[in-house]
């Protein structure tokens, strides 16, 4: 009878101990649970610091009182924005069917998704170094026309700008929407790169575009 509650004794050391040994178990998983979790939270703040740096330490992103800035850093996918325009009325034809061109030309900054079959399908294409960043232009048939009998098509022009340090985001502009366009010149200047183009017919036309990562709009020739 005595070996009853003696089995029963060990049965209750045995449990005491099991009991014990799973609670040491979880206090221990408890701790590695909280500091992957602290690791975590510091990669993840770590992650948002180099976030914020590439998005602000651009230098030519940095607001002063002679800064001119109409270019933002980064577009969320299918965004566009507006940046610059300017009134055109080009003579196209003086015959018969004499016919002025009025347009608006809109220079729009596009996410870079909308770049991509520009580069299948380009008319003409030029590239240039800036200071820091790299430029490349190219010209490409919209798909619209004009009521002229011969050649009709408008064009775009696409611009891609790349800077040369890793890190930041490359920035696409579209410029719209001119006829017969010819690209002249692509040229590095003091801290630009400037685009000289001819479009139109009776008289041709020159434009300037002048092309920073931070500003893209027309310039006066």
Request: hydrophobic share 30%.
């Amino acid at each position: 009878m005595k070996k009853i509650p003696l089995l029963i004794l060990i049965l209750i050391l045995i449990a005491s101990c099991n009991s014990k040994q799973t609670s040491s178990e979880l206090e221990k998983l408890t701790e590695k649970l909280t500091e992957k979790e602290k690791q975590i939270s510091d990669l993840q703040t770590q992650i948002e610091n180099l976030e914020n740096k590439q998005t602000s330490d651009y230098y030519r992103f940095m607001e002063t009182s002679d800064s001119e800035i109409n270019v933002v850093e980064k577009l969320k996918s299918g965004e566009r924005k507006l940046i610059d325009k300017k009134d055109f009325k080009d003579t196209l034809d003086i015959s018969d069917n004499f016919f002025v061109y009025k347009h608006t030309s809109e220079i729009t900054q596009t996410s870079e998704s909308e770049f991509e079959s520009v580069l299948r399908d380009f008319d003409q294409v030029k590239s240039e170094y800036g200071n820091d960043f790299f430029v490349r232009v190219m010209t490409f048939y919209n798909g619209q026309s004009l009521p002229l009998e011969t050649e009709n098509s408008k064009t775009d022009i696409h611009i891609l700008i790349q800077p040369t340090e890793l890190g930041y985001e490359n920035k696409t502009i579209v410029i719209s929407d001119f006829y017969d366009v010819e690209i002249k010149t692509l040229e590095k200047k003091e801290n630009s790169v400037e685009l000289t183009f001819e479009h139109g017919k009776f008289p041709r036309k020159s434009e300037l575009i002048i092309i920073k990562p931070e500003l893209v709009k027309f310039g006066i020739k």
